[in-house]
C-alpha cells in the first residue's frame, strides 16, 4: 500500500522489544564502561556481559540486520533498520550488541561479496559473529574530500601486491584485525578507475602506525582511536585485490551510501533523545514566576525542534525507502540529502536541549556535550557537507535544461498571451456581454 506509514503489528513488537531491551540492558553499558571501546574484543566485559546480550539479539532474529538476504541477513530492508536503529542511537554500545556497528557492517558486506573462500572464513565469518573488529581505510593526510589528490598506491610484484603510501584517521585501527582499504593500482588513469579495493591484515610488515589520533575534548595529546598510517614496501597476496581492479570507487560507493543512511538513521535517536530532555526540562523548571514551558522563546523552541526532527526522520525513511525499492546508487542524491541534513539537525536540536539545561546542559552530569560532540564530526566524516551539496545540486540540475530564450521559460508576457489565446472565445463571448450590458 503506498504511502502507507504505519509499521506492520508483528515488526512493531520486535521495535518494543528492541526499545525496552535498549533502555533496561544496553544504554546502561554506556554509564558503567564509558571508557570502554566497543570494539575491544578482548576486554572482559565482552565475554562476560555482550556475549550474552548478544545471544538474546540472535535470538530475536535482529543481529546484523544490515546484511542483505543474498548474503546470508535476516532482509529486513532498510526501512525496518531504520525503524530499529532509530532506537540504536540512543546508545553508543548498541550497534555493537546488534552486530550493525560501522564501519564492521560495510567491511562484512565487501568481503562477503568479494573475499575468497579462505579470507571469509578467516575475517567475515569472526567479524560477522561480533569477536573482531575491523577498519575501513580512504582519507589520506593531505587529502580528503578531493580523492584525485591520494598518491597511495600499490604495484604487482609476482604474484604480491607492494603498498607504499599514507593513510589518515583510520578509525578503530587499534582494535582491527584487518582493513579494507582503498589504494591506486593504476596511477596513468583517472582515480575513479584507477583504484582497487584490498583486505590488508593488520600484522602485515611494512604497516606502520605512525601515531592513533583522537577526536573531541579531553587532555591534549592523548591518543585515540583514528590511526595515522604508513606503509613501507608492504606486501600483499594477489588474492588481497577485492573485486575487480579498478573497480575501488564502486565498491566504496555501496559502502559508504549504506554508512551514511545507518548514521542518520542513528542521529534520529540521539535527536530524539536530546528532544524528549528538552521537554522534561521545559515542564520541570521555573523561572520569574512561569515554568521554562510557559515561556514564550521555549514554546518556539519546542515547535521548531519537533518539526525539524520530524522533517528529518521523514527525509531518512523515504531513502530508506528509495534503497529498498530500487538501489544504492539510484537512492545517492537522496543520501546526500540524509547526509547533509544530519549534522544539521544534530548542531540544532542538541544545541538547544543543552541551552534549555543552562549550567547542567554543558556540565560532564548529562549526555548532551558528548552527543554534542557528534554534530561537526557527522558533517566531515564520510565526505563534508559541501561535497554532498555538490552532488545533490548536479544530480538534480541533469533534468533541467536552459531557457530557450532571452527570458525564462515563466516569464509572464508571453505567457499571459499564450492563455488569452486558449480561453479567446470564451474571453470574447465575455467582452461582447460586457458591451451588451454597458
Ligand atoms: C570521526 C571521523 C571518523 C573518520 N573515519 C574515517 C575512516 O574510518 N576511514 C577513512 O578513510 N576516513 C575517515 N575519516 C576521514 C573523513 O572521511 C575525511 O575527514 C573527510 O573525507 C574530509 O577530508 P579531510 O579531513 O581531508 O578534509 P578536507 O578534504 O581538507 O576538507 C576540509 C573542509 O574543506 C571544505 N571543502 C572540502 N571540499 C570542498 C568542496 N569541494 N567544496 C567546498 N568546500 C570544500 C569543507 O568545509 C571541508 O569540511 C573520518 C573522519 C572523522 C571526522
Same mark, same amino acid.
Request: proline share 6%.
Given at each position: 500500500?503506498?504511502?502507507?506509514?504505519?509499521?506492520?503489528?508483528?515488526? !512493531? &513488537?520486535?521495535?518494543? +522489544?528492541?526499545?525496552?531491551?535498549?533502555?533496561?540492558?544496553?544504554?546502561?553499558?554506556?554509564?558503567?564502561?564509558?571508557?570502554?571501546?566497543?570494539?575491544?574484543?578482548?576486554?572482559?566485559?565482552?565475554?562476560? %556481559?555482550?556475549?550474552?546480550?548478544?545471544?538474546?539479539?540472535?535470538?530475536?532474529?535482529? +543481529? &546484523?540486520?544490515?546484511?542483505?538476504?543474498? %548474503?546470508?541477513?535476516?532482509?529486513?530492508?532498510?526501512?525496518?533498520?531504520?525503524?530499529?536503529?532509530?532506537?540504536?542511537?540512543?546508545?553508543?554500545?548498541?550497534?555493537?550488541?546488534?552486530?550493525?556497528? &560501522? =564501519? $564492521?557492517?560495510?567491511?562484512?558486506?565487501?568481503?562477503?561479496?568479494?573475499?575468497?573462500?579462505?579470507?571469509?572464513?578467516?575475517?567475515?565469518? #569472526?567479524?560477522?559473529?561480533?569477536?573482531?573488529?575491523?577498519?575501513?581505510?580512504?582519507?589520506?593526510? !593531505?587529502?580528503?574530500? $578531493?580523492?584525485? !589528490?591520494?598518491?597511495?598506491?600499490?604495484?604487482?610484484?609476482?604474484?604480491? +601486491?607492494?603498498?607504499?603510501?599514507?593513510?589518515?584517521?583510520?578509525?578503530?585501527? #587499534?582494535?582491527?584485525?584487518?582493513?579494507?582499504?582503498?589504494?591506486?593500482?593504476? #596511477?596513468?588513469?583517472?582515480?575513479?578507475?584507477?583504484?582497487?579495493?584490498?583486505?590488508? #591484515?593488520?600484522?602485515?610488515?611494512?604497516?606502520?602506525?605512525?601515531?592513533?589520533?583522537?577526536?573531541?575534548?579531553?587532555?591534549?595529546?592523548?591518543?585515540?582511536?583514528?590511526?595515522?598510517?604508513?606503509?613501507? $614496501?608492504?606486501?600483499?597476496?594477489?588474492?588481497?585485490?577485492?573485486?575487480?581492479?579498478?573497480?575501488?570507487?564502486?565498491?566504496?560507493?555501496?559502502?559508504? @551510501?549504506?554508512?551514511?543512511?545507518?548514521?542518520?538513521?542513528?542521529?534520529?535517536? *540521539?535527536?530524539?533523545? &536530546?528532544? $524528549?530532555?528538552?521537554?522534561?526540562?521545559?515542564?520541570?523548571?521555573?523561572?520569574?514566576?512561569?515554568?521554562?514551558?510557559?515561556?514564550?522563546?521555549?514554546?518556539?523552541?519546542?515547535?521548531?525542534?519537533?518539526?525539524?526532527?520530524? !522533517?528529518?526522520?521523514?527525509?531518512?525513511?523515504?531513502?530508506?525507502?528509495?534503497?529498498?525499492?530500487?538501489?544504492?546508487?539510484?537512492?545517492?542524491?537522496?543520501?546526500?540529502?540524509?547526509?547533509?541534513?544530519?549534522?544539521? *539537525?544534530?548542531?540544532?536540536? %542538541?544545541?538547544?536541549?543543552?541551552?534549555?539545561?543552562?549550567?547542567?546542559?554543558?556540565?560532564?552530569?548529562?549526555?548532551?556535550?558528548?552527543?554534542?560532540?557528534?554534530?561537526?564530526?557527522?558533517?566531515?566524516?564520510?565526505?563534508?557537507?559541501?561535497?554532498?551539496?555538490?552532488?545533490?545540486?548536479?544530480?538534480?540540475?541533469?533534468?533541467?535544461? =536552459?531557457?530557450?530564450?532571452?527570458?525564462?521559460?515563466?516569464?509572464?508576457? =508571453?505567457?499571459?498571451?499564450?492563455?488569452?489565446?486558449?480561453?479567446?472565445?470564451?474571453?470574447? @463571448?465575455?467582452?461582447?456581454?460586457?458591451?451588451?450590458?454597458?
Amino acid at each position: 500500500m503506498a504511502w502507507d506509514f504505519s509499521t506492520e503489528p508483528e515488526f !512493531q &513488537a520486535k521495535l518494543d +522489544w528492541v526499545d525496552e531491551f535498549v533502555a533496561s540492558e544496553v544504554e546502561p553499558l554506556d554509564l558503567a564502561f564509558a571508557n570502554v571501546s566497543p570494539f575491544n574484543k578482548s576486554h572482559p566485559v565482552q565475554e562476560a %556481559i555482550i556475549r550474552p546480550l548478544q545471544d538474546e539479539v540472535k535470538k530475536q532474529k535482529l +543481529w &546484523a540486520c544490515h546484511m542483505g538476504p543474498e %548474503i546470508g541477513g535476516a532482509g529486513y530492508g532498510q526501512v525496518k533498520l531504520g525503524l530499529l536503529n532509530e532506537i540504536l542511537g540512543r546508545s553508543s554500545w548498541a550497534p555493537s550488541v546488534f552486530g550493525c556497528q &560501522a =564501519p $564492521d557492517s560495510g567491511n562484512a558486506e565487501v568481503l562477503a561479496h568479494f573475499g575468497t573462500d579462505e579470507q571469509k572464513k578467516k575475517y567475515l565469518e #569472526p567479524l560477522l559473529d561480533g569477536r573482531i573488529s575491523s577498519t575501513y581505510s580512504m582519507t589520506e593526510p !593531505q587529502a580528503g574530500a $578531493d580523492p584525485a !589528490q591520494f598518491t597511495c598506491a600499490a604495484v604487482k610484484d609476482g604474484d604480491e +601486491w607492494v603498498i607504499n603510501g599514507e593513510k589518515w584517521f583510520a578509525s578503530n585501527f #587499534p582494535h582491527a584485525e584487518f582493513l579494507i582499504v582503498m589504494i591506486i593500482t593504476n #596511477p596513468d588513469v583517472a582515480i575513479y578507475a584507477g583504484s582497487s579495493m584490498f583486505l590488508i #591484515p593488520k600484522e602485515t610488515e611494512g604497516l606502520e602506525l605512525v601515531r592513533n589520533v583522537a577526536t573531541g575534548t579531553g587532555p591534549i595529546g592523548r591518543a585515540g582511536g583514528h590511526a595515522y598510517l604508513r606503509f613501507n $614496501d608492504a606486501r600483499v597476496p594477489a588474492e588481497n585485490l577485492l573485486g575487480e581492479e579498478g573497480a575501488g570507487f564502486k565498491i566504496a560507493q555501496t559502502r559508504l @551510501g549504506g554508512g551514511r543512511v545507518h548514521h542518520a538513521m542513528r542521529s534520529v535517536g *540521539v535527536v530524539k533523545k &536530546a528532544f $524528549d530532555m528538552m521537554c522534561e526540562r521545559a515542564l520541570s523548571r521555573e523561572t520569574k514566576g512561569s515554568l521554562l514551558a510557559e515561556k514564550q522563546a521555549v514554546e518556539h523552541m519546542v515547535a521548531e525542534c519537533w518539526i525539524q526532527i520530524l !522533517q528529518f526522520r521523514l527525509q531518512v525513511l523515504h531513502t530508506a525507502w528509495v534503497i529498498d525499492n530500487s538501489d544504492y546508487s539510484a537512492a545517492r542524491t537522496h543520501i546526500a540529502g540524509v547526509k547533509v541534513a544530519t549534522p544539521k *539537525v544534530l548542531t540544532d536540536v %542538541i544545541y538547544k536541549a543543552m541551552h534549555l539545561h543552562g549550567s547542567l546542559g554543558v556540565s560532564n552530569e548529562l549526555p548532551l556535550t558528548r552527543m554534542w560532540e557528534m554534530a561537526p564530526t557527522m558533517g566531515i566524516a564520510d565526505g563534508p557537507t559541501e561535497v554532498h551539496k555538490t552532488t545533490i545540486a548536479r544530480n538534480i540540475l541533469k533534468d533541467y535544461r =536552459p531557457a530557450p530564450g532571452l527570458f525564462p521559460t515563466e516569464h509572464l508576457p =508571453p505567457k499571459i498571451e499564450e492563455a488569452k489565446k486558449k480561453f479567446a472565445d470564451f474571453l470574447e @463571448g465575455e467582452l461582447e456581454h460586457e458591451i451588451g450590458n454597458g
